[in-house]
Every structure is written in structure tokens, then in C-alpha cells.
């Protein structure tokens, strides 16, 4: 299969947006055309390949979104899996319209699609894309520099209000398995408490920590809370509704509403809720995370040009290199407690 006389790369960026995602797009082109390749960018992740939606990428076509958020070619959550005729329809589009090989940009789900479609043959190389970092196989994703830089700044700017009214400010960030952008956020920006997946705590625990700071006069807190942190006493993960997208993923959030209810309500601090939300998607991606997402991309075209397809991208130390999609995403990749062991040093 070919087009033009050449072989065609597809690419597809699938689930929630992250900043970085157009500079792997951008690289892949780029990569691409320099090794004699064309470029297709599927739209809407998997959604494009079942609907059969691709439009040619070029260099014009890239030009200027390196600082650009979010992505061109756009996402969803779509599980062409889920459905034969979807599976059907996907294997089908890509013979027809003539990719010889695909880049799968994405999380858990995404690259757990482009690993079934590897054991099936499929010439398929994986980007691993998360802000939450828990993506196994990699030291680092894309995206969550940028999350933790928000997150970050957000606390500063609480900080000063939270001290101006002496208030307990519960921070809700996101992290649904894990709370890395929790600890890191929350230690760069000194918070007084953080509450992550990882580490159940009960409601006591963490009122006497504040408690604790307050009795040395700082009269004012900050709680960081992932928005998959399950309270002690709890039966259940708090929920914004009982919906299940394609993966079967609840829509999480509510939690910090539940721990600034139950503070409030055995101290007797004044507390208020910032949910943060996706706030932390948004916008343009650090310079870390361009330059991240700059070469994944071009790894990945380097992989489908040496025959190393099966494969996802990753970062070790400070090398790009690759591991098979088989061993990737096996287990998530949980807050490494030395971190967490630091964060603790700094409650109360």
C-alpha cells in the first residue's frame, strides 16, 4: 500500500487533550518528509479510522503550531474495539486509504487499542500522552510539565488569599489513578496537605494536620486533592454523575467539595474549593514539554523507518529510546513515596 508512490504514515491523537500533542504532530511531519514518507492525520482519534476522515499533512500544514495547545487533527474516546463493525470498519478504511503504517498518540486507552492492533500485525508505533504521568514504560508523558506549571501558579495565587482571610483553600486537581500532578504540584507550590489515589487517609488525619498549623499561628491552609483520592469511611470514588465513556471511565470530580464540607464542619476553619478542572489541559505547553513531545514524534517516524513497529516511545533518564508495546501499560505507574515522603515533610 501506498499513495502518490509513497508510503503513507497515518497518525491519530486519542483521548483528553494535552499541551504538546500538535509539537509531536508538527515533528512527525517534519521527520517524515525528510525520510521520504507522506502524512495522513486521522481525525478525532480512533473515530477517524472507523469513519474513514484523514486529510493530508504537510509542512505549511504544520506551521506555527508548536505553541500552539490542544491538537489539530482533534480527539475523542473512542473504542473501535467495543464494536466488530467499528473493528471492522477501522481495518478496512486503513487498506483503503492506504496507510502503510500508523502513529497512535495517546494514554492507557489509546495505546491499548494500538497494541491489540499490533498483535493482529498491524504496523503500529505508540506516543505515550498523559498529564497525569502514569503511563508505565516511560520516566515522563507530555503534557504533565505544563499541568504541574498551572497547578503550580494556582496555588501561588491561593496562597495570598487564602493567608488575606485565613482560610483552608482545598485545591482539586486531576489525577484519577494517580496523584502525580498532585505531589509535584503541591510540593512546588508548598501546599499543606496533599491527598492522592495512592495514599487513603481519613478525615481526622487530615484536620489534624491543619489543626497542628494553626497551633503554631498559621492560620491559613492549603490542601491539594486528586480527584481519585478515596477518603477512609467513604464506600465509593466521588462521581459528577454514574456516566461511563467508551473505556468504561466515570466522570470523576466532587471530591474537594467533600473535604472542604467535612473541615469545615470538625474545625470550624472557613474553607473554600478551587477545581481547577481542565484549566490544567488548556493552553500552551511548557518548553519542556515542546521539546519532549518534538522528540517523541521524531522517534516515532524513526521506528516505522528501521522496521520497528509493535513499538511505543518513551523516555529514560534523559534518552529517547523504545520499548515494545507488549510491555508497555501493563501497570500503572503510582507516585514513587519517596516523593510523597518529602511532600510530608512540609504538613502542618
Not at 67 to 75: A, K, V
Not at 109 to 120: C, Q, W
Not at 148 to 175: F, K, N
Not at 210 to 227: C, D, P, Q
Request: charged letters at 25%.
Amino acid at each position: 500500500m501506498s499513495r502518490n508512490g509513497k508510503e503513507a504514515i497515518g497518525i491519530l491523537t486519542g483521548g483528553g487533550d494535552c499541551p504538546g500533542l500538535n509539537a509531536v504532530i508538527r515533528a512527525v511531519v517534519r521527520r517524515a518528509y525528510m525520510l521520504g514518507y507522506e502524512t495522513m492525520g486521522i481525525k478525532n482519534g480512533w473515530l477517524g479510522l472507523v469513519k474513514g476522515t484523514v486529510e493530508p499533512l504537510d509542512l505549511m500544514k504544520v506551521s506555527g503550531i508548536l505553541p500552539r495547545g490542544g491538537t489539530i487533527l482533534g480527539t475523542s474516546r473512542t473504542n473501535p474495539l467495543k464494536d466488530e463493525n467499528d473493528k471492522k470498519a477501522l481495518i478496512e478504511n486503513m487498506k483503503k486509504l492506504g496507510l502503510d503504517s500508523l502513529i497512535a498518540i495517546g494514554g492507557e486507552d489509546t495505546l491499548g487499542v494500538a497494541r491489540s492492533l499490533a498483535k493482529e500485525g498491524f504496523k503500529v508505533v505508540g506516543v505515550p500522552k498523559t498529564i497525569d504521568n502514569d503511563v508505565e514504560g516511560t520516566d515522563q508523558t507530555f503534557g504533565f510539565d505544563t499541568a504541574v506549571s498551572i497547578v503550580t501558579e494556582a496555588i501561588d495565587r491561593l496562597h495570598t488569599t487564602a493567608e488575606s482571610h485565613q482560610r483552608v483553600m482545598v485545591v482539586e486537581v486531576m489525577g484519577r489513578h494517580t496523584g502525580w500532578i498532585a505531589v509535584v504540584g503541591g510540593l512546588a507550590g508548598g501546599a499543606d496537605c496533599i491527598l492522592i489515589p495512592e495514599r487513603p487517609m481519613n478525615i481526622d488525619e487530615i484536620c489534624k494536620i491543619l489543626a497542628k498549623r494553626h497551633s503554631r499561628g498559621r492560620l491559613f491552609s492549603i490542601v491539594v486533592v486528586a480527584e481519585g483520592f478515596k477518603l477512609d469511611g467513604f464506600e465509593q470514588l466521588v462521581t459528577k454523575d454514574q456516566k461511563l465513556d467508551q473505556f468504561g471511565h466515570v466522570h470523576l470530580g466532587g471530591i474537594g467539595e467533600v473535604i472542604a464540607d467535612e473541615i469545615e464542619k470538625r474545625t470550624g476553619y472557613e474553607t473554600r474549593v478551587t477545581v481547577l478542572g481542565h484549566v490544567q489541559r488548556g493552553g500552551s505547553p511548557t518548553a519542556f514539554d515542546r521539546v519532549l513531545g518534538t522528540r517523541y514524534g521524531v522517534k516515532a517516524v524513526d521506528l516505522i523507518h528501521e522496521g520497528k513497529v509493535g513499538s511505543m516511545v518513551c523516555l529514560k533518564g534523559n534518552k529517547i529510546t523504545d520499548i515494545p508495546l507488549s510491555e508497555a501499560m501493563t501497570k500503572l505507574k503510582f507516585v514513587d513515596p519517596e516523593l510523597l515522603q518529602t511532600a510530608e515533610i512540609f504538613y502542618g
